[in-house]
């Protein structure tokens, strides 16, 4: 019995250190794995082009509203008010854009991962997030926009 013993302690303890290098084999494969997909994650984040066009909204009280087109027009309006300003933009390089609006107001907006800085020309700042990719107009009054 003793060298039966001897003999299956012998047999583990050749067995074990293959056992363990097997298992570390593993663990190293699987960080490395994780790292690959975290890169090509950060890579297919960073190639995608971020729209312009959609709707975007501010959080103040009276919230005011942008929506952009596909073809370069604009809308600015508020629940209250109604439209304040409408006209078109045009890229100026990057995620920046410049706004010329009909009534002679003009601004620039930097475009950012989850909505848009709005700059006017009374040099305020405004940011507003975006609530949906497809141009929408909120409220109950009907926008008279020949551009929609």
């Not at 920046?96 to 848009?116: F, M, P, R, T, W």
Request: hydrophobic content about 35%; glycine content about 10%; charged content about 20%.
């Amino acid at each position: 019995m003793k060298k039966r013993m001897a003999a299956i302690k012998q047999v583990l303890m050749k067995e074990v250190p293959v056992c363990r290098l097997a298992f570390w084999g593993l663990v190293v494969a699987f960080c490395v794995s994780c790292c690959i997909n975290l890169v090509q994650l950060d890579r297919w984040n960073a190639s995608r082009e971020l729209s312009l066009a959609g709707s975007y909204s501010t959080n103040a009280y009276w919230r005011s509203y942008i929506v952009f087109d596909k073809n370069g027009n604009y809308c600015k309006y508020n629940q209250q008010d109604g439209l304040l300003e409408e006209g078109t933009y045009e890229a100026s390089g990057g995620n920046q854009y410049h706004l010329e609006g009909n009534a002679g107001e003009s601004g620039d907006i930097l475009l950012v991962k989850d909505g848009v800085y709005y700059t006017s020309e009374d040099g305020s700042l405004t940011y507003a997030s975006k609530f949906s990719d497809i141009p929408t107009f909120v409220g109950n009054w009907t926008l008279e926009w020949e551009g929609w």
